[in-house]
C-alpha cells in the first residue's frame, strides 16, 4: 500500500518527535504492508515548512527502512502560503507533481475557496482535501465539496475514520463521501505508533469487505501511486441509489 499523508518526520511539527520515533514509525508501517510513503509535514502559522531540512531527514531515514520515502506537506490555507505555492509550484505538493494536500481549518472555510483552488490549479496543483470527515465544518458542505470536486479538486479521507477511531459522525460521512463517489484517496494520517498509527492494511480490508477488492486497491494503491506520478487519478463509482420500494419498506 502506498500511504500520501504521514507526519513522520521527527522534529517538525506535531508528528514524530525524535529520530527513534521516526524509526519506529517505519518500521509499524512497513510491518503492516506499507511500500511506500510520503511524508508530509504542517505548513502553517505554528509549524514552518523547510524543504531543505525535510530532505536532509528523508535521507536519514531512507538507510533505515525498505519503504520507499518521498515528501509532501499538509498545506493550511493562509495568505503567504498559497503566495509561495504558487511560486514554487512543486514546493510542497506530493514528490514535487502536482498533487497538493490541503487541510482545511476546524474554524472557518473561506467564501472564496473555489477561487483559491482556482489559482492554484492554474499554477499547476491539484488541490486534494485532506480528512474533510473530520472537519466539522466540511461535513456541512458535501455540496461544496462535490462542487469543488467536479472543478478538479480531489479528496483524502483518514483509513481509521472508516474503522471508528475519529467518531461516530466522522465514520458515518466518511461512508457518505465513499457512497457518492467523493474519495480518491485513503491515507493514515499517522502521527504516532499507537493512537494514530501508520497502518493503511485495516482500511484497506474494511474497503475490501464492503465495496470489493478493487475499491480497496484503487484507494489505497493505485490512485496513491498516480500522483506520486502526478497522474490522473479516478474515484469509486457511486452506490447505486435505493429502489423506491427499499426505501419504503
Known amino acids: 500500500m502506498i500511504d500520501i499523508h504521514s507526519h513522520v518526520l521527527y522534529?517538525?511539527?506535531?508528528?514524530?518527535?525524535?529520530?527513534d520515533d521516526s524509526v519506529a514509525m517505519l518500521r509499524v508501517a512497513e510491518e503492516n504492508g506499507t511500500t511506500d510513503l510520503v511524508a508530509t509535514p504542517h505548513a502553517n502559522?505554528?509549524?514552518?515548512?523547510d524543504a531543505a531540512l525535510i530532505r536532509q531527514r528523508l535521507g536519514e531515514l531512507a538507510a533505515r527502512t525498505k519503504i520507499r520515502l518521498y515528501s509532501g506537506c499538509d498545506f493550511h490555507l493562509s495568505y503567504d502560503n498559497i503566495q509561495d505555492a504558487i511560486e514554487h509550484p512543486q514546493k510542497y505538493t506530493i514528490n514535487q507533481k502536482c498533487y497538493l494536500l490541503v487541510e482545511f481549518s476546524d474554524l472557518l472555510i473561506f467564501r472564496n475557496t473555489p477561487e483559491i483552488f482556482g489559482r492554484l490549479q492554474d499554477a499547476g496543483m491539484i488541490p486534494v482535501i485532506t480528512h474533510p470527515e473530520r472537519n466539522g465544518l466540511l461535513r456541512q458542505r458535501i455540496e461544496n465539496m462535490q462542487a469543488w470536486i467536479e472543478a478538479g479538486a480531489r479528496v483524502q479521507v483518514t483509513g481509521q475514520s472508516f474503522t471508528g477511531r475519529f467518531g461516530s459522525r466522522a465514520r458515518e460521512f466518511s461512508e457518505t463521501l465513499l457512497d457518492r463517489g467523493l474519495v480518491h484517496f485513503v491515507a493514515s494520517d499517522a502521527h504516532d505508533c499507537e493512537r494514530r498509527p501508520p497502518k493503511l492494511n485495516e482500511a484497506h480490508a474494511w474497503l475490501a469487505k464492503r465495496c470489493g477488492a478493487s475499491v480497496a486497491d484503487l484507494l489505497c494503491i493505485e490512485n496513491p501511486r498516480a500522483a506520486l506520478m502526478g497522474e490522473p487519478v479516478t474515484a469509486p463509482p457511486a452506490a447505486e441509489s435505493k429502489k423506491w420500494y427499499q426505501i419504503w419498506r
Open 11 to 19: 522534529g517538525l511539527d506535531d508528528g514524530a518527535r525524535t529520530f
Open 45 to 49: 502559522l505554528e509549524y514552518r515548512y
